[in-house]
């Protein structure tokens, strides 16, 4: 069996009952003008006898299926062909019983060709369908990118503009320095957010006390101005969870919650045992989202509501809590605000 590289300029060993790879890469005829081979076959879909012809075509392909056997017998090649395309060609031939092919054989013979001339080209389309998808996906995460990227080249060329001008003024330069620096800190927010989407997700889950975990950021965003962050944390086990990869999901709905409530908007962490479930929950106050993106692009990579936002961090955190054997689940109303709610099986 060999098949015909896209190009269609030579053959691509694919399969043999007693032909080794090393000795089919030996027997591939690549130096031979393939044009007349390949125009032939699709011309002559049938079944053909190579043995009876004395075409230079039929010669090379003799090549590939050697006369290892001396008894009688002729080789038949059959063309994989599908709407006039030659994907492939399938040799055989009866060296050991010297029996010919009968007219019955080959209508069968054209039928497996036709089978595997089906396989084939379904196999190629799902694979540039794939490479579609792929590169739909890239091109929608490069259009994020390039736009954030944009944002901080903008706000740095202003001020390198600026900067001549006012050099000697202390101000200007203090305020120049704490530019470079939020820029340069957005712009390595945005390489980390990303770099998510390039690693396999491993979760190595560890004992430990839930509650301890979230206080511990609690702490840190408690600081966080403009912003009401209240907390309510109800008794709950230690159970095996990863911390490291649980954070990475409360701090993306923190942000988002950050984002969706106004000026002295507030935020709420609780957790609380339910049914053999430790549950994690983050509500806020703020604009909400209306019942068409909660159930059509929520979770799904890449749809976002904010204006330079990704839409990669609920993503994220589907995955890290499903890779958990827990759910999470969302209640939102436009105008109201949303809750989040992370359920977390207890057994170890």
């Not at 043999?16 to 390949?38: G, H, Q, V, W």
């Amino acid at each position: 069996m060999w098949t015909v590289d896209e190009k269609k300029e030579q053959l691509v060993f694919a399969s043999s009952t007693f032909l080794s790879e090393a000795r089919a890469d030996a027997l591939n005829p690549k130096n031979t003008d393939m044009t007349n081979i390949i125009t032939t076959l699709q011309k002559h879909p049938e079944p053909i006898d190579i043995d009876s012809s004395k075409e230079k075509w039929a010669a090379t392909l003799r090549l590939c299926h050697p006369d290892e056997f001396h008894k009688d017998g002729n080789r038949v090649c059959v063309p994989v062909v599908v709407g006039g395309e030659i994907l492939g060609l399938m040799i055989l031939g009866d060296r050991v019983g010297g029996g010919n092919f009968s007219q019955q054989d080959c209508d069968l013979l054209k039928c497996v060709g036709d089978q595997i001339a089906a396989g084939l080209l379904n196999a190629r389309l799902s694979r540039k369908l794939l490479q579609a998808k792929e590169l739909e996906a890239f091109q929608t995460m490069s259009a994020f990118f390039v736009h954030d990227l944009k944002n901080a080249a903008s706000t740095l060329n202003l001020m390198l503009q600026n900067l001549p001008a006012h050099f000697d003024d202390p101000a200007f330069r203090e305020d120049a320095v704490r530019v470079t620096a939020k820029s340069v800190a957005h712009i390595n927010r945005l390489i980390e957010r990303l770099s998510h989407l390039r690693y396999e997700l491993k979760i190595r889950p560890a004992e430990a006390d839930l509650n301890e975990i979230i206080s511990r950021f609690f702490a840190e965003w408690e600081k966080a101005a403009g912003v009401n962050l209240a907390k309510n944390f109800q008794p709950l086990p230690k159970f095996n969870f990863d911390p490291e990869q649980l954070l990475k999901v409360v701090t993306n709905l923190v942000l988002n919650a950050k984002d969706a409530v106004a000026q002295n908007g507030e935020i709420q962490i609780a957790t609380r045992r339910i049914n053999g479930h430790a549950v994690l929950s983050v509500s806020d106050n703020g604009c909400g989202m209306n019942p068409e993106f909660l159930s059509r692009s929520l979770f799904r990579p890449f749809q976002t509501t904010k204006k330079n936002g990704l839409g990669i961090g609920m993503f994220q955190s589907k995955m890290i809590i499903e890779a958990h054997k827990g759910r999470i689940e969302v209640e939102s109303e436009p105008g109201k605000g949303t809750t989040f709610s992370i359920y977390l099986p207890l057994q170890k």
